[in-house]
């Protein structure tokens, strides 16, 4: 019930195109549900956040859907850029401040 | 960056040795947290701290203990290392931004377990 399933694992897209990266939970007691960017090397960073309340969320070229009633939440990159390459995580904050992940997704953009 | 400062950055050891990795605040969180990073898995919490002295287990404790004595540090330790503890470890703290508790990361410690 803890768990955050996240797929694909791995996506190449073409320069300005749409990646979607989905994922899935299970708690229905998750209450906020972050997004983070990874490059190599680095720490996760937040790039967008939503909560369940809310249906959709947009911040630039990010932007999250959220169906409350699948436990289904995705995040889109419009007009993507290869500078967008990096892993991301979907993730979804438990009891106690605690973050579940889901298992990462490797983007690759295309120039 | 939040602040977060991760220490060392990258260490070889031997199975069986002990490790201790340091996370530093500067900001005075009350949160602190300890994940690893692997292929597939994403992130996993090890261990988290909800003040000096109070800390909790995660989703993957065993084989680690930690300690936290003062609000900026809080250390992960391996008492004795085994080759699947080899992983990318991460601190993170908690900030309150308006009605959301938001979790940053330190920049990762590499740690190989030979």
């Known amino acids: 019930q803890q768990q955050v399933k996240q797929s694909p694992q791995s996506l190449i897209v073409q320069k300005g195109g749409i990646p979607i990266i989905n994922c899935a939970y299970e708690?229905?007691?998750?209450?906020?549900f972050p997004w983070y960017q990874q490059f190599p090397g680095k720490g996760p960073a937040l790039l967008i956040a939503i909560r369940p309340d809310v249906s959709e969320k947009k911040e630039g070229r990010f932007t999250i859907s959220f169906n409350k009633s699948a436990k289904q939440f995705s995040l889109h990159i419009m007009d993507s850029q290869p500078g967008d390459s990096a892993t991301y995580f979907c993730?979804?904050?438990?009891?106690?401040?605690?973050?579940?992940f889901g298992q990462g997704t490797r983007l690759t953009i295309n120039p | 960056d939040a602040g977060i400062t991760q220490s060392p950055r990258h260490k070889v050891t031997e199975t069986g040795t002990p490790v201790t990795l340091r996370c530093h605040q500067t900001e005075n969180h009350r949160y602190m947290y300890w994940y690893r990073q692997d292929p597939g898995h994403g992130l996993r919490l090890i261990h988290y701290?909800?003040?000096?002295?109070?800390?909790d287990k995660g989703e993957v404790s065993d084989g680690y203990s930690v300690s936290r004595s003062k609000t900026e540090d809080f250390l992960l330790t391996l008492e004795s290392a085994t080759s699947s503890q080899t992983s990318v470890y991460f601190c993170a703290i908690s900030q309150r931004e308006g009605n959301t508790d938001t979790q940053y990361f330190g920049p990762g410690t590499r740690l190989t377990v030979l």
């Open positions: 701290s909800y003040g000096v002295k109070d800390t």
């Open positions: 993730a979804a904050l438990s009891s106690g401040q605690k973050l579940v």
């Open positions: 708690n229905t007691a998750f209450d906020y």
